[in-house]
Each structure stands twice: as structure tokens, then as C-alpha cells.
């Protein structure tokens, strides 16, 4: 027979406590030291290499044909060298002695090459190479051991097995010399040092990882309420920045593929200046040497507001940006640091609305979505952004729910976030515009701070444009091109391309206009919306079907890693979205905390259905409404009050309920049948399809 | 009161020592999946290099071989010559043993390769753990490990690995190593 009296249960509790305690501490310090540990990978991307200068040279596949190598710097002593034109063979003549200077140790990685020949020789070209290295595999980085290291004076590369055309340049992604192996196929670990780096981070740590924060989220539960609400900001701003860098990590990992360094050296930094991921940085370059927010000279950003560049630059003036590849890694620092800043505020802020353990999970939820962060564009850094809108908003409702008078300072604050989010993408604006009126209905004078703050960057913003462009165009002119692409982002018969080559050469086919003008985007607005018009039909599933896919998860928009896997692989996104959009709802329905629900989950309606009609570039855009859903949604779902509150309103309860339930079920069905429904479809009551200028069907 | 009357008042208590256990259970399950990982990698290295190589449980001769349907199976002297039916991946011989509560099990091969193409692996349950495949005429050897995911006995297979039909091969050794 159970005892249940006497003092047992106490010290079971106080026992079961302690453990508690000791466990949450346990798995934090370890998320913590996951992160630290790899840093050095994220950030060098290898050990350091030594010191050894060379001057390259290449022989073209055809004689004829003149070859000449460029070097990128990654690291100091790690280089990315690369021919211009297909290469036989590419030649280092090596201007240090490697047996003074340590060297033992060849790593090579070429992301075109199966397998790579190393010659090392004595400089004598008719003579033979005094020792022969032949890799296998040179895809992830190989290494090389140097022999006779006294004679050897040059190293030459001979590609064996190119994986694409043979007629390519022939790049070595990364080349460095190095005096010992250590740390170069594999990071150098205290725990568990013989599972190799790969699967050990693609997939054991993210595992591990994703179980013990969801210990501490249940945990969370059983601590000490006071203890864990000061604890919160700091302890949720280091294990979000642990996270942050544990994906990069995870996401662009020197022993299984290659580091972010490498990574920006051979791809976005060798793209013309002006594409995604090299625009900011190309701008901020300029603008540190004192040449303006331009890309190159005389052109600016047609289709960009200018706040990322200038983020860029600021990140280049904390982390150095001695090089392209330096500015890049500085960005991304800056990136994960505002990322983890954010979560730490919004801890910070949010312990004045809901309790500790909510705050906790809320916090380590959000630290956990899935992210863009190695990525160098403003779309990276939304997310943070509309977590320091959501904590202005916080701190403004909890003002309001206390009834005390709203200081101008508070108000500052709350427009100043959508400033930040306005300074980078201009689709905060009719949400900027809805929330401003519904916070200021009562004290309208209040109304000039957010129209000041839209003025001040639209005009300056407008008026530096117009030095180069001698148009004036107060945000984008990518509206156009962007409502183009939207048009055919669900399955249709309209055989229409999208991408900017397309746009140019069908804006200059039709008009007269450049293709990066106002002029050009009012045009390509007109047509897309004359296509709407013509056929209202595709119009309809264009919607649905990106409302769809953005309720079905793309509203979570980034890289998932394991951490994020191994909860979808045991709980889907789109359940996951259902239940928290549910939630919204039964707070609208029944009125629970009704006010502080609509406030914080406006980017759902007032965000979103931008990217329903224009370009959503597969939910790219969507960073701000999936956090807002989270931080929406999740706190009530956490407490008591809200079951309370719909036991108390049984048949609004049922009616939300069953109203999911059916979208549920039916939502993916409708969509089918819609887009089977060719007389819905391609119905053309209104305009007639001859007098578009972009229908074509297959 | 009644018993879930007074359970409904520890309430509190129980779910502190559930979550508490619960807790410690989790963190020990990683800790010892990651460490018997780590333990098998280990293993696994030290076998490919031939570091410290106990005596091998089981050899070609001492491998109780099973048929399936080759064309011609015979050990002789210490290796075993195979020729394989002309299904293109059909399993040819294979030897079912105990594992005697080993965690993880190794194979290390050496085979001539005279036409078509072979598979040689460990299978668990029907399930494959690991398999070395080969199709390039002549010496192939190999070293394969696996963790032993249950307590079931282990089967090393030889199979057809030959599209086009029959294959010819000669297993000049096999050892396989087993290891708590």
C-alpha cells in the first residue's frame, strides 16, 4: 500500500526539484558548449595555416590560349587560387622553404574535381617530381603529406577526374599548408573524439541538442518562478547565440563540405556585384572607402531599400573587412550577435507579460526556428527585427493593459523597430500604417512620429537615388517586376519565365523605359494587375495556393538543420502552424487576451498577403510572420487562463474548432480541385487575354 | 479520502519526480548512445588500421556457410570459390551466427574477382547492416564494421552484385571479429 502521508512526498519534491535544477543547468551548459566549441570552425573555417608565399601560374588545356591564376585570401595562409580559363595543370612555386617554415601537411579541396594529382618538385621543369600525391577525393578537403619538404620548391595541381565539363577553369576551393593534421579533417574534441566532425554535427549534436532543449522547456516548468525570470535575458541570449553558430557550423561545415569563407569565395563573392548575396557587401565597401551607397560606380540599389548595406558597413567597422571574403564573415558575426541580442531583449520584455517558463520556451522556440543567418541579405534580418517590433509592442501593451499614460519615449521605440524593419524592406508599410492608427486613434499628434520616420527615409533615401537615376522613387522599383514573378509561382498553363534577364529584355521589347526605373516598375504593375483582371480565376488559386504553402510552413522560411528535423520528422510543420493559428483564433473568439493577440500577430494579415500576390521566392519573405505567429500564439496555449476562459465559451470554442478542423481536411482538396478546374482557371469574363502583354500558354 | 483522490493531491509531487526522472533518463540515453557511438568508431579505425587485432571468432572455414542458389560453392584449403547463379542480385552463400552479446561486429576480406561482380556484408534481422560491393575484375579487399542494433543472431552474405548475370569470385580469406 502507497504511503501519501508523511513527509516522503515533500522530500520527493525537493529531491525531484533539485535534480530538476541540476539537469537544466546541465543541458544549457552543454547547448552553450556545443556553440563555443565550433566557433573557431564558423568563424576561420581550419586551424591556422602557415605563412608561405608562392607565386601561381597555369597552363591553358589549348596552347594557344593565355592562362592566369587569381588568388582569394580566406584565412591568412588559406587561399582560394583559380584559373581564368580550363587549366591542365596549375603550378605554386613556392617562395618560402617549407622545411623552415614547418610545413608538413598539403589541404586541398576543389569543388569541380573528383580527383587531383599534386607534383611536387624542384622547380626543374624537365626533371621529374620528387614525390607524387594522388587524392581521391578531393570534393571535401584532402590532405597531403610533404615529404622531402628541404627540395621541394613547387607544387603542381593536375586535375584527374573533373565531375562537371572538363573544359572549366580549374579552381582550388582551398589550398593552405599546414605543420600538423590536427583539426583539419576532423575538429579536435575532448567528447567523443572518434565520431567523425560529419556526422557528429550534421546529425548526432543537432539530435542531442533538440532533446535537451526540450527538457529545459519542460523543466522550465519546475524551477524557481524568480530565479529563472532574471535568469531568462541572459541565459536565453547565449544559448540563442550557441545555437546561431552551432548551424552555421552545421549548415556550412569544413569537414563535410566547406566553410562559409569558402563558400563566399567561390560563389556569391564571384557573382557580379548587385546579386543577392553580394549587393550589401559590395555597398557597404564602397561606402567604408568613401564612394557612396553604390554597387559599383555610378549605380545604386533599384530593387533594395538601403538599411542593409548600412548594416553591412557597421559590422565591417566592429569585425574588419580587410578583404571581401573578411566582410562577409564580419556580416554574418553581426548577424547572429542581432539575432541573439533580439531573443535577449524580447526575454527580457516579455517576463513583464507572461510567466518565466512561458518566456523560457517561447524564447528558446523562437531561438531554435529555422534560419538564413550565413546568408548576406536583408532578408536575414527580419526575423530580429520583428522581435524587437513584437518587444516594443509587448512593452506598449503592458503600458496599456496597467492603463498608465503611454510615454513618447515608449512610442519612439515601437516606431523606431518598424523604421529599422522599413529601412531594409518597404512591405512594413501598410502594417506600419494600421498598427500606428490602432495604437493612436486617441492621441492622433502622435501619428507624425511614424509619418516623420517613413518621410526621413523615403525622401533621403529617394532623393540620393535620384543623383544616380534622375528619377525619384521614395523605396523600390522592383514592385513591378516582383508582382511579374508572383504570377507564376503556382502550377498554370501560362508559359511566362521569371527571372531579370527575362524582365530587361520584355520591359525594353515594350516600352522605352529603363528596366531598373519607376517608369518601368508602374508599367509591369499595370500588366500584372491587367492579367488578374483577365483572369480572375488564377487570380483566386494564385492566393490560396501560396496561403497554402505559407500556412503549411513556409512561414518558417530558412536553412532546417536536425534541430529543426528532428522535431518536424516527429511533428510536421503544417499540424504545427494549424494548431497555433487554432490558438489565435480561440483567443480572437473567445476573447482572451484579444487586444495583446491581434497587436502582436499583425504581420499575419497585414505582411503576408503581400507575398501571396507578389514574389514569395518559396516563403523567403516570411521571417516576420513566423515569429509573430509564434510569439502570437504560443503564450496562451502555455496557460490555464485561456482553457479557462473557452470552457466558459463552449459554442464559439466548438464553432473555431470544427472550422479547423474542416480547413484541415478540406484545405488541400479544394486547392486540387481549383487547379483542375481549367474553366475556373482560365475564365476571362472581364478583359479580354489578346490585349495582354504577358499571357502565353504552353 | 480515496487513492486517486489523494493521487490528484500529489499531483505536484509525482509530476516533479516523473519530469525529474524522465530528465536524468534522457540525458543519460544521449550520453550513452553518443559513447557507445564514440566506442564503435574507435573500434572501427583501429580495425581498418590492424591495431591491436584479437583473434578473429569466426574464419572461412569455421563459418557455417548456408547455400542459397549458387551455381557452385566449394572451401577448399582455406578459401572458397564461388560461382554465382545468374540472378543479377541474388543472395548465393551465407553463414548465420551467434553474436554471443557483442555490440558490434567486423568483417575483413580478401577476394579475387574473376568476372561479373559480388557483394559481401552483414545482415541482421533480414536487415542489411553494412555491405562492401565490388565490380572491377581482379584482388579486392575490405573492411567492414557495423553496430549490432539486437540481440538476434548475425548472418554474413555473399551475393550476385552483376546486372548481366553470373559472376566468378574466390574468397582467399574472411575473418570476422566480434565485440562488446
Known sequence: MIDLHG???????????ILIVIEFVFAVGMIIYSGWHVLPDVLSGSPPALPVRFDASCESLQATVPCHVSTEELTPGRYRIATDVAASRMTLLLRSDLAAAGARVIAVRSAALKSLRIDMGTGDRDAPPIATAHLADVKV?????????????????????????????LALDEFGLYAT????????RALFPSIPAGVFYQTLVPGAIARLCLLTMVGAF???????????????????????VLELAILFSPYSWQDLRSFYAGGPLLELPGSNLNEGLWQATRLLQGEGLTIVRGVVAWERMPGYALFCSVAGILFGHRTLVDFAIATVALHVLFYSAAVALFAWVAGKLWSPPVVWT??????????????????????????????????RLKAMDEHRAVGLGLDVFVHLTFALWFSIRPDVLPGWLVVSVFLHWRHWRRLLLPLAMVLSIAISWGAYKAKYTHEFAPTTSGVGSSLICGLWEVPSRFAMPCSDEWYSDWIQAHTSFDPKSQAASGFATREAIRVWLTYPGHFVIMTYHKFLRCVDGDLWPGFPTDLQRSLFRVIPRPPIVLLLLTGLALCIASGYHRRTVLLLAWPLALDAPFFWVMFASEGRFYGAVGVALLVAALPPLL?????????????????????????????????DWLLRNDAFHYWSPLLDPA???????? | MTLSAKLRTRWPDISVAVVAVAGFWLIWSQYSNLSALSWWYEGTVRFREGRDLPAADYDLTTLPWQLARPQAFEVNQGTLALVTNTEPFAYQAYAIVPTRGADAAYVRFDADLAAGGATIGMLQAGKWLTLSSFQKAGPFSDSISARLGSRGPLTVMIANNNDAGQSRLTVRSLRVYLRK
Open chain 1, 181 to 188: 593534421p590536427e583539426g583539419l579533417l576532423n575538429d579536435a
Open chain 1, 691 to 698: 490585349h495582354s502583354l504577358l499571357i502565353g500558354m504552353k
Open chain 1, 7 to 17: 513527509r516522503w512526498p515533500e522530500r520527493l519534491r525537493s529531491a525531484g526539484r
Open chain 1, 141 to 169: 578537403r584532402a590532405l597531403a603529406p610533404l615529404s622531402d619538404r628541404t627540395a621541394i620548391t613547387t607544387l603542381s595541381f593536375v586535375p584527374e577526374e573533373p565531375l562537371e565539363t572538363a573544359d572549366a577553369p
Open chain 1, 639 to 671: 496557460e490555464r487562463g485561456f482553457y479557462l476562459s473557452l470552457a466558459a465559451r463552449p459554442w464559439r470554442t466548438a464553432g473555431v474548432v470544427a472550422c479547423a478542423g474542416l480547413f484541415a481536411v478540406c484545405r488541400w482538396p479544394l486547392h
Open chain 1, 362 to 395: 517561447l524564447g528558446l522556440l523562437i531561438a531554435l526556428l529555422p534560419k538564413q543567418l550565413g546568408y548576406t541579405q536583408g532578408d536575414s534580418l527580419i526575423i530580429p527585427i520583428a522581435l524587437l517590433m513584437l518587444t516594443a509592442l509587448c512593452l
Open chain 1, 222 to 244: 519546475f524551477l524557481p518562478a524568480r530565479l529563472l525570470r532574471r535568469a531568462n535575458p541572459f541565459l536565453l541570449g547565449i544559448v540563442c547565440l550557441s545555437i546561431c
